[in-house]
């Protein structure tokens, strides 16, 4: 597992996105086993996010899946949200993700991995297009 920062981290090198709003940056650890599994079996992704203005998405491939805790500042304490759960983020390439803006292949096209996994993402396309692909 990973120790990861509790600052809300949205940039993902291996994407090359910039800033993005949070949606599912922050996962249960049941969330972030389920899209661990996902993400295993699939050699490429595409981030996109649909909020942020992006007109094409980013392949990248999927060479290392990881999920991290989040900790409190410094200390030896998981962070605890105000519902007093904690919390976890999937690391793609040892870059965290947000799971609302990647999209894995399915079937002809390429879905959205938050909403394949039953989580309620707002403004963010169930399939990507041709256009939004650069097919």
């Known amino acids: 597992m990973r120790k990861a920062l509790p600052t ?12 993005r709003a949070d949606q599912y940056s922050y996962v249960t650890v049941q969330q972030a086993a389920q899209a661990m599994q996902v993400l295993a ?5 595409h981030g996109f996010c649909a909020p ?12 290392r899946v990881e999920i991290g805790r989040i900790w409190e500042g410094q200390s030896a304490e ?3 949200a105000s519902d007093g759960k904690t ?3 999937v690391y793609l390439n040892d870059a965290p993700v947000d799971l609302a803006y990647l999209y894995v292949a399915s079937g002809d096209g390429w879905v959205n ?14 399939r990507l297009d041709a256009a939004q692909t650069g097919r």
């Open 87 to 89: 919390y976890w983020q």
């Open 113 to 126: 991995l938050a909403l394949q996994l039953g989580l309620p993402a707002s403004d963010v396309p169930r």
């Open 78 to 80: 998981p962070y605890q």
């Open 52 to 63: 942020c203005g992006d007109q094409a998405s980013q392949p990248s491939r999927v060479e």
């Open 8 to 19: 809300m981290v949205f940039a993902t090198a291996c994407l090359a996105l910039p800033a």
């Open 41 to 45: 079996r699939n050699q490429v992704v």
